[in-house]
């Protein structure tokens, strides 16, 4: 209970209690890493071993995604030798949700066991260095809805779930990112590294915004992603973000006109390469059976990934 809150409300941490307790009684699996798939990104779900999936409408307190291209189930199994949890199909803040209910699920998986999330979207690029196509490992971001007071930690203080006051400094794992170059290295494929800012859609950008966003300094643009990442960081798992360039509304090869469907089938040609990275990166936690993957608590840590 939260002080001097309605008896009859329950708090998050019971929320996100009866919702964990609700995929165990369903997958005794308990997952290390966590995957948010994005628009058109889902598949990789289907290469899961010995999956057991749950659909989200099955889950108590899960919001419930409405959007084409998002499935809307989460899939527990072994991807890579790792046990994995991934969410086929995430929540938007334009879809109706409050940013903690966009984020709710985050700590469900964390509460499974999961201690790394890997998030995955589509996005508008706005570096004129990249085209459609690209894959973008994401370094930082540019929270435009946290600064216009929208977050998912906005509410009742809940020490049980995380500090009040989040430091956000390095939210995006370094070794996590240098593996994800090594990979792409790997594969002959290049990978790109900046800047992603989250805006609340569902309307894409006029060019003005993207101008706009271009000097604040972010390299592309998407409706997603950072609601979890802060769920993430507040519940202390590590973090890999990785964006699928679907369009671009500046630079050489500019389109006059975002659509929709343009970006779910700029995805599916780019889903093999982001497929590569995922599993890539998840070959490293296969390598280090005994680590658990959080930051500076794992012994064998220094031996994955190379
Ligand atoms: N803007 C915002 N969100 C997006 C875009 C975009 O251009 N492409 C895919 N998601």
Not at 54 to 66: A, D, G, K, L, M
Not at 187 to 192: E, I, K, P, Q
Not at 230 to 240: D, K, P, W, Y
Request: charged share 20%; with cysteine.
């Amino acid at each position: 209970m939260i002080p001097g809150a309605d008896a009859a409300v329950a708090s998050t941490a019971e929320r996100v209690a009866e919702a964990a307790k609700a995929v165990r009684a369903r997958a005794e699996l308990r997952p290390r890493v966590a995957l948010i798939l994005g628009s058109g990104l889902g598949e990789l779900a289907d290469e899961i071993q010995s999956p057991v999936v749950v659909p989200y409408t099955q889950i108590p307190n899960f919001p419930v995604s409405t959007v084409t291209g998002h499935a809307g189930q989460l899939v527990l199994g072994e991807l890579q030798g790792t046990p994995v949890v991934a969410m086929r199909g995430r929540i938007h803040f334009y879809e109706g949700y409050s940013l903690r209910e966009v984020a709710f699920p985050v700590r469900v998986l964390r509460r499974l066991g999961a201690e790394v999330l890997i998030v995955t979207n589509a996005a508008g690029g706005l570096n004129e260095s990249f085209s459609t196509g690209d894959l973008m490992v994401l370094t930082d971001h540019l929270n435009m809805m946290g600064m216009a007071g929208q977050s998912p930690l906005v509410g009742p203080d809940e020490p049980e779930l995380g500090v009040r006051f989040l430091d956000m400094l390095s939210a995006y794992d370094a070794e996590l990112r240098t593996h994800a170059h090594r990979v792409a290295e790997q594969h002959g494929f290049a990978l790109r590294e900046g800047i992603y800012a989250m805006v609340g859609g569902p309307a894409y950008e006029t060019l003005a915004e993207i101008r706009f966003l271009q000097r604040a300094g972010a390299d592309a643009v998407g409706m997603s992603t950072i609601p979890e990442v802060l769920v993430a960081r507040h519940e202390g798992m590590r973090v890999l973000g990785i964006s699928a360039i679907t369009d671009m509304a500046v630079g050489k090869a500019a389109v006059h006109e975002i659509s929709h469907a343009d970006v779910l089938a700029a995805a599916e040609r780019i889903k093999p390469r982001l497929a590569a990275i995922v599993r890539g990166v998840l070959n490293g936690f296969a390598a280090c059976p005994h680590g658990n993957g959080s930051r500076g608590r794992s012994p064998h840590r220094a031996h994955a990934w190379r």
